[in-house]
């Protein structure tokens, strides 16, 4: 059956409905005591035509998306139209047809008996026609909702964005409004550093598993300073991107807090974040457009946590990673933002995972919502093997050492690190510079205990004549 055949089929029911309806309330208003059968027709065939006038109503839309949506939900149902349209036509052949040649539609009704209608030898054949009937509106109804569910969802969301089209040069103004820091240089400095084939003892841990398949909410991994955190975030960062590639509604941001800046990250966390799932949305959320349009610079916490709802109900799931919370200015307040998004129950859909030192405060905060993994462990010591491996033996500054002076360094840097990965680095960093072989081996027996003492070191050996510019440069930090 073509598309108007179809329609034309829905009219028709809709038509014979409108009779039996037209009947029952005749019967029902004409006769004392009128059998209470006929009410219970009267409902379920007013209840046909409802659900029939919603698929009328999608065909003869002037919009073009939710029409055609009419014209393929009418094609999927012929079978169940054309069967209630049979058992329309039964039910309505119980009942006499009325006299047109009365003179008034009064005398008409007082003309009616239920002689005439004989309705105790028609009462089970119409509660047959009834259930039959029944059958094919719940199919119908059915039909209708599964057709209908993701094009509705479609267009909520088309509501929530703006009305008008929106330039490419007007969607970039808002996302630079939004934008007050750019964490991406942190992040492209972090993922240069990533030794191929470290990390993986994290994506692989049944914590990380759980957090990304949505049964655990929040994950917070804590180490000592230079445990590669940083790095690690940045891995992480880019095995979320991956993952949500090849699940269709879902996204992801990262931010990194960065001591330099000296400055609070809660509202600039915010606004990157939020800025992030715009451009994946392709389009600026009405309440987030609202916000511009005011012209306001400063927004407080509340508003963006209300635009980072506008932006995040376009996804089934969010993943949110923050690196080095303990680096933020004022980090109580990103702490308490972090309890907002896991309690607010518009914001259900986000995953969060953070780094940070294992610092008192943030322990305290953090233990009651999120799933602690310490970097404390033996497969951090393996990454740092990976890493000093991989360090001699691609680097150049360490292709013209012997093999055996690789395998003592390695042994010893190995050794030495004890969970530091920055410290590793800072140690192939001096020992690239040396130039001898006595000179690295002597290197190699005093080697610094700790970061601090290794900064030390490096400041130490910094010539004379560029000492007074180094120092200025680190007071402005």
């Given at each position: 059956?073509?598309p108007?055949?179809a329609?034309a089929?829905v009219i028709?029911v809709?038509?014979?409905a409108?009779?039996?309806?037209?009947?029952?309330?005749?019967?029902i208003?004409?006769?004392k005591d009128?059998?209470?059968?006929?009410?219970?027709i009267?409902?379920?065939v007013g209840s046909?035509?409802?659900?029939?006038?919603?698929i009328?109503?999608?065909?003869?839309s002037?919009e073009?998306?939710?029409a055609?949506?009419?014209v393929?939900?009418?094609?999927k149902?012929?079978?169940?139209l054309?069967?209630?349209?049979e058992?329309l036509?039964?039910?309505?052949?119980?009942?006499?047809?009325?006299s047109?040649?009365?003179?008034?539609?009064?005398?008409?009704?007082?003309?009616?008996?239920?002689?005439t209608?004989?309705?105790?030898?028609?009462?089970?054949?119409?509660?047959?026609?009834l259930e039959?009937?029944g059958?094919?509106?719940?199919?119908?109804?059915?039909?209708?909702?599964?057709?209908?569910?993701?094009?509705?969802?479609?267009?909520?969301k088309?509501?929530?964005?703006?009305?008008?089209?929106?330039?490419?040069?007007?969607?970039?103004?808002?996302?630079?409004?939004?934008?007050t820091?750019?964490?991406?240089?942190?992040?492209?400095?972090?993922?240069?550093?990533?030794?191929?084939?470290t990390?993986?003892?994290l994506?692989?841990?049944?914590?990380?598993?759980d957090?990304?398949?949505g049964r655990?909410?929040?994950i917070?991994?804590?180490?000592?300073?230079?445990?590669?955190?940083t790095?690690?975030h940045?891995?992480i960062?880019?095995?979320?991107?991956?993952?949500c590639?090849?699940?269709?509604g879902s996204s992801?941001?990262?931010y990194?807090c960065?001591?330099?800046?000296?400055?609070?990250e809660t509202?600039?966390?915010l606004?990157?974040?939020?800025?992030e799932?715009?451009r994946?949305?392709?389009?600026?959320?009405a309440?987030?457009?609202?916000?511009?349009?005011?012209?306001?610079?400063?927004?407080?916490?509340?508003?963006?946590l209300?635009m980072?709802e506008?932006?995040?109900?376009n996804?089934?799931?969010?993943?949110?990673?923050?690196?080095?919370?303990d680096?933020?200015?004022?980090?109580e307040?990103?702490?308490k933002?972090?309890?907002k998004?896991?309690?607010h129950?518009?914001l259900?859909n986000?995953?969060?995972?953070?780094?940070?030192?294992?610092?008192?405060?943030?322990?305290?905060a953090l233990?009651?919502?999120?799933?602690?993994l310490?970097l404390?462990?033996p497969?951090?010591?393996k990454?740092i093997?990976?890493?000093?491996?991989?360090r001699?033996?691609?680097?150049?500054?360490f292709g013209r050492w012997?093999?055996?002076?690789?395998?003592e360094t390695e042994?010893?840097?190995?050794?030495?690190?004890?969970?530091?990965?920055?410290?590793?680095?800072?140690?192939l960093?001096i020992?690239?510079?040396?130039h001898?072989l006595p000179?690295?081996?002597l290197a190699l027996t005093?080697?610094?205990k700790t970061?601090?003492?290794t900064?030390?070191?490096?400041?130490?050996?910094?010539p004379?004549?560029?000492?007074?510019?180094?120092?200025r440069?680190l007071s402005?930090?």
């Amino acid at each position: 059956m073509d598309p108007l055949s179809a329609a034309a089929s829905v009219i028709a029911v809709v038509q014979i409905a409108d009779r039996i309806i037209d009947l029952c309330r005749a019967y029902i208003t004409g006769v004392k005591d009128a059998p209470a059968e006929l009410r219970a027709i009267l409902i379920e065939v007013g209840s046909v035509k409802c659900v029939l006038e919603v698929i009328e109503l999608l065909d003869t839309s002037g919009e073009a998306e939710i029409a055609f949506q009419g014209v393929e939900i009418l094609e999927k149902l012929q079978g169940p139209l054309e069967g209630c349209k049979e058992a329309l036509n039964s039910l309505e052949g119980l009942f006499p047809p009325q006299s047109e040649n009365a003179a008034t539609r009064k005398r008409k009704r007082l003309a009616i008996s239920l002689t005439t209608l004989a309705w105790p030898f028609k009462r089970e054949k119409a509660f047959k026609l009834l259930e039959e009937i029944g059958r094919h509106k719940s199919t119908i109804a059915l039909g209708l909702t599964t057709e209908a569910a993701q094009d509705i969802k479609h267009i909520r969301k088309n509501v929530e964005k703006i009305g008008e089209a929106m330039t490419e040069a007007e969607m970039t103004k808002v996302l630079k409004w939004l934008v007050t820091t750019d964490p991406s240089p942190n992040h492209n400095n972090a993922c240069e550093l990533h030794e191929d084939h470290t990390g993986q003892w994290l994506t692989n841990s049944p914590e990380y598993v759980d957090w990304k398949s949505g049964r655990s909410r929040f994950i917070w991994l804590h180490g000592i300073p230079g445990a590669g955190k940083t790095v690690l975030h940045s891995f992480i960062a880019e095995d979320v991107k991956r993952h949500c590639r090849g699940i269709e509604g879902s996204s992801c941001a990262f931010y990194y807090c960065y001591f330099a800046r000296n400055q609070g990250e809660t509202t600039h966390f915010l606004r990157w974040v939020i800025s992030e799932l715009c451009r994946k949305i392709g389009g600026i959320p009405a309440r987030i457009h609202t916000q511009y349009k005011a012209g306001l610079g400063h927004l407080v916490e509340g508003t963006l946590l209300s635009m980072l709802e506008a932006a995040a109900e376009n996804f089934s799931r969010v993943y949110i990673t923050i690196d080095a919370l303990d680096e933020s200015a004022n980090r109580e307040h990103l702490l308490k933002l972090l309890h907002k998004i896991v309690r607010h129950t518009k914001l259900g859909n986000i995953q969060l995972l953070a780094t940070s030192r294992k610092e008192l405060d943030i322990e305290s905060a953090l233990s009651p919502i999120a799933t602690g993994l310490s970097l404390s462990n033996p497969y951090v010591d393996k990454d740092i093997t990976t890493y000093v491996k991989g360090r001699l033996r691609e680097d150049p500054k360490f292709g013209r050492w012997p093999e055996s002076l690789k395998s003592e360094t390695e042994a010893a840097l190995v050794k030495g690190a004890k969970g530091m990965f920055r410290w590793a680095f800072c140690q192939l960093d001096i020992l690239k510079r040396l130039h001898t072989l006595p000179e690295i081996r002597l290197a190699l027996t005093q080697l610094p205990k700790t970061l601090d003492e290794t900064y030390e070191r490096i400041l130490c050996n910094i010539p004379p004549e560029s000492q007074n510019m180094v120092y200025r440069t680190l007071s402005l930090v």
